[in-house]
């Protein structure tokens, strides 16, 4: 049963221009939301939040909307930079639930130079 | 991520050995998370730990596999018998408080190879 799921497994975008990656739930208790970006070999690291309460929050180059009616969050960065080639993961997790996050597959993101 | 101690980085075992995987959480965190990513796949959590206490261990399979974190020293997470689908990364993350109130910082992993 996959909660939160990242349907493209990989997605690659040219420098300078933006990358969209997308990420859905099912499961209505989740009520935040994170980004970690992960490098081979290496452990993910976060990137930004958002919770339920919000639609958007912005961090620098980073962006991530959420539409609760539709379940769907969406991280943007713009511009895209080389440095910005990895795995991206979703997760979720409730404030009133367990304490775990769920993870979503992961999006590979190639910045083409 | 360099605040999260996990040790050793590559683990390689026969079938049939244990596994000790260990992971010192940052500085003035007491909140200890562990996840496993197999190939191909998001992470998956095991088990979340506080000091001397495991508060949820719904993601850890029932049989081979225990988690503690003393009130000295780092958390263990201890595999028993280990089979061939025991192979993936172990991930472990620590937070100062629940993890719903921060984001969790995680260690580099534990990447374990059954042969």
């Known amino acids: 049963d996959q909660q939160v799921k990242q349907n493209s497994p990989s997605l690659s975008v040219q420098e300078g221009r933006i990358s969209i990656l997308n990420c859905d739930y099912t499961n209505s208790m989740f009520d935040y939301f994170l980004w970690y970006k992960k490098y081979p070999a290496e452990g993910p690291t976060f990137l930004i939040s958002i919770s339920s309460i919000k639609d958007k929050n912005e961090d620098g180059r980073f962006t991530v909307f959420l539409n609760k009616s539709a379940k769907h969050l969406s991280l943007h960065i713009v511009p895209s930079q080389p440095g910005d080639s990895a795995v991206y993961f979703c997760?979720?997790?409730?404030?009133?639930?367990?304490?775990?996050?769920?993870f979503g597959t992961g999006t590979r993101l190639t910045i083409i130079p | 991520n360099a605040g999260v101690m996990q040790n050793p980085r590559h683990l390689v075992r026969r079938r049939g050995q244990e596994a000790r995987l260990r992971c010192s959480p940052m500085k003035g965190h007491s909140h200890v998370y562990w996840y496993r990513q197999l190939p191909e796949e998001g992470l998956k959590f095991m088990v979340y730990l506080q000091k001397e206490n495991i508060i949820d261990e719904s993601g850890m399979p029932k049989e081979r596999f225990s988690a503690e974190f003393p009130k000295e020293g780092p958390s263990i997470l201890r595999i028993q018998q280990v089979v061939r689908g025991d192979s993936a990364a172990y991930f472990c993350?620590?937070?100062?408080?629940?993890?719903?109130?921060?984001?969790?910082?995680f260690g580099q992993g534990t990447r374990l190879t059954v042969v």
């Open positions: 997760a979720a997790g409730s404030e009133f639930g367990n304490e775990k996050l769920t």
């Open positions: 993350a620590s937070s100062p408080a629940r993890q719903g109130a921060t984001e969790a910082f």
